[in-house]
């Protein structure tokens, strides 16, 4: 098992940029897959990126293709989310998660363990 702590969330406005983290413990961070899920109000949940277990490889949901970065430190058990040009339509809660799944065959379905979220507000 392995735990996750998001933290960085926070109000910005358009246009402007967050970093998120997930700091993991419990099971050696090497052996998942990580990946960042959001959910808005009124909707249900949806995946937003994936990396690999060595980080080598990395899966982005369109909507943030080319705004959003994800990458991990594997010395500091950590995964990172650099957000950019925000968009009022990205507010939601940011979730971090775990599969031991390798990241080709996890899909947004099969990951395993959950962060409790952090929330990000873009005002218009």
Not at 85 to 104: F, H, I, M, N, Q
């Amino acid at each position: 098992q392995v735990q996750l702590v998001e933290s960085g969330g926070g109000l910005v406005q358009a246009g402007g940029s967050l970093r998120l983290s997930c700091a993991a413990s419990g099971d050696p961070f090497s052996s998942y897959a990580m990946g960042w899920f959001r959910q808005a109000p009124g909707k249900e949940r949806e995946f937003v990126v994936g990396i690999s277990r060595s980080g080598g490889r990395t899966n982005y949901a369109d909507s943030v293709k080319g705004r959003f970065i994800i990458s991990r430190d594997s010395a500091g058990n950590t995964v990172y989310l650099q957000m950019n040009s925000l968009k009022p339509e990205d507010t939601a809660v940011y979730y971090c998660a775990a599969t031991r799944l390798p990241l080709g065959l996890a899909g947004p379905g099969r990951y395993d363990y959950w962060g409790q979220g952090t929330q990000v507000t873009v005002a218009s």
